[in-house]
């Protein structure tokens, strides 16, 4: 896969602070790269420099082999990008908001037409093709700010937060359409919402005070939580303290945590040492000793863990 996108060794300074640092990255065509990073890691910073709305202060970009630096007017003309917040011309009609970006993307008569009827039929905009933008909602300003970004069906989109606002039918569809378009563009979504990784994204890199503390598969982010490959059993209270004792003995366990209990059923965790998988030996200790269990399953890990992990989330950094 040819990479669309391509940052290297790129840093942004806002006076004393250092917003990026060094960061370094690509992004190949047929991928949805998640960039994570808690408030002021430099998320959006980053994506401001790398669709020339900022110059780096060292470092570059390449957007289909085009240089930020060299030649910000191409980068811009492959680029789709929905800013943080969704930026709009208020006093616009929806329609005449979005025909106004096909004459400024340089889209025909025609082809503005077919685009502008594609994307408001993904968006589902019908409703609200004639209402002025400052009268929407935060969600229905979201999925314009989204339309005006794929309008010219651009090889590369940069989307900062772009599920921020909507309810949760409307982030389930914008998420489909993200990985429906990923089959074919690069694309780098901009959050801090870690479910989206699932939902959305091939990839993804988390970074923290400016720096990338991690680049890797979703699988492999869920391999670094403590609780990868955990056993959760559900067991009647009666036996939850044999269960724990019991499980405690298993090869490669290094801790049996009791959960809630409810209707007279107690969770129990069941952690293993990094890299091992305990499902076989849990599920024949259960049963030589006569255990009943309700429930019996793995967990892949929890990405809010491995996040607190690399972050350490400095609130008062650069965006």
């Known amino acids: 896969m040819a990479d669309l996108i391509e940052v290297d060794a790129m840093s942004k300074r806002f006076g004393a602070i250092l917003a990026v640092d060094n960061v370094s990255f690509s992004v190949a065509k047929g991928e949805v790269l998640g960039f994570l990073g808690p408030n002021g890691a430099g998320k959006s910073t980053s994506m401001r420099v790398i669709t020339g709305y900022l110059p780096p202060t060292s470092g570059t970009a390449r957007v289909c082999g085009e240089d930020i630096r060299t030649n910000p007017v191409a980068v811009k003309e492959k680029i789709g990008y929905l800013p943080e917040g969704a930026p709009l011309y208020g006093d616009m009609t929806v329609k005449g908001f979005l025909d106004f970006i096909a004459s400024v993307r340089n889209l025909s008569r025609a082809a503005g037409k077919r685009r502008i009827s594609d994307v408001v039929e993904r968006m589902g905009l019908q409703g609200v093709m004639f209402q002025r933008i400052e009268t929407l909602s935060k969600g229905f300003k979201r999925r314009v700010g989204l339309a005006q970004a794929i309008l010219h069906d651009p090889e590369v989109l940069i989307l900062d937060e772009p599920t921020d606002g909507l309810d949760p039918n409307q982030k389930h569809q914008v998420r489909e359409l993200i990985k429906e378009m990923g089959a074919d563009k690069a694309i780098i979504i901009s959050t801090h919402i870690l479910e989206e990784v699932d939902a959305a994204c091939t990839r993804a890199v988390i970074i923290d005070q400016g720096k990338v503390v991690l680049d890797g598969t979703p699988e492999e982010l869920h391999a670094k939580s403590a609780t990868h ?43 293993p040492s990094s890299g091992h998988l305990i499902a076989e030996g849990v599920a024949a200790a259960v049963r030589d000793n006569n255990i009943e269990v309700a429930e019996m399953r793995t967990v892949i890990g929890k990405l809010d863990d491995v996040f607190r992990q690399l972050t350490v989330g400095d609130e008062a950094g650069a965006r």
């Open 229 to 271: 490959n955990a056993v959760v059993l559900r067991v009647g209270s009666q036996d939850s303290q044999r269960a724990t004792k019991v499980l405690r003995e298993i090869g490669h366990v290094t801790d049996v945590e009791t959960g809630e209990t409810i209707d007279g059923i107690v969770s129990l965790m069941v952690v």
